[in-house]
């Protein structure tokens, strides 16, 4: 890996003089489903683990990604209702924008393929359209799947984004169970997430 201070060469994939775990977001950076809640860091890898989501079927080193950091994140306190509120975010390196662009398009298509994935598993489950977000610096979109709970008025709430700022993307993931995602458009937890992503994608 080069130095902080060495330059890229005219065909080397952007950024990658920085390392990649510093594009991450951090506990303090990641907002949570209300204005009381904190996250803590539980661990940092090189490594993305199955199952990060319902509706995330591949890795992003499966799609073209190089290299990814993989950070997971758990309440900072017991609260009650909150206990079972979990956060996480893999940032992938990929070599080319192209590569990258291509990447994006899988996922979206894992969104626009879940509902009908979940219901091949017998499980229950609806998922949002996927909405746009601004001012990330680059491309990035998100969308919410409610998994109802047996015996239970509430559901899990798990919103997935994610931002594409050139030849690198970054996946967040947020749940917790509730009743709603009873937030003013523009104002859910997921939107100001990825902004802050695409700040830490960009050099």
Request: aromatic fraction near 6%.
């Amino acid at each position: 890996m080069e130095s902080p201070t060495a330059k890229s060469s005219p065909g080397q994939p952007l950024g990658r003089s920085r390392d990649l775990s510093t594009r991450l977001l951090a506990a303090a950076d990641l907002p949570g489903p209300n204005a009381s809640f904190r996250w803590k860091e539980v661990e940092t890898t090189s490594a993305q683990p199955d199952g990060l989501a319902s509706c995330l079927s591949y890795p992003m080193t499966s799609i073209g990604a190089q290299e990814v950091r993989f950070r997971e994140f758990a309440p900072a306190t017991s609260v009650k209702g909150e206990r079972d509120a979990y956060a996480a975010t893999v940032v992938g390196q990929f070599p080319d924008r192209m590569t990258a662009r291509r990447a994006r398009a899988v996922l979206t298509s894992m969104h626009d393929r879940c509902e009908e994935r979940l219901a091949e598993a017998g499980r229950k489950g609806d998922v949002a359209a996927l909405e746009t977000v601004t001012e990330t610096g680059g491309r990035a979109a998100w969308f919410l799947t409610t998994l109802p709970l047996k015996k239970s008025d509430s559901a899990v709430l798990e919103a997935t984004g994610f931002v594409k700022v050139r030849d690198r993307i970054t996946v967040v993931v947020m749940r917790h169970e509730g009743q709603d995602y009873d937030y003013a458009t523009g104002e859910e937890p997921m939107v100001e997430a990825l902004r802050r992503a695409g700040a830490l994608l960009r050099d």
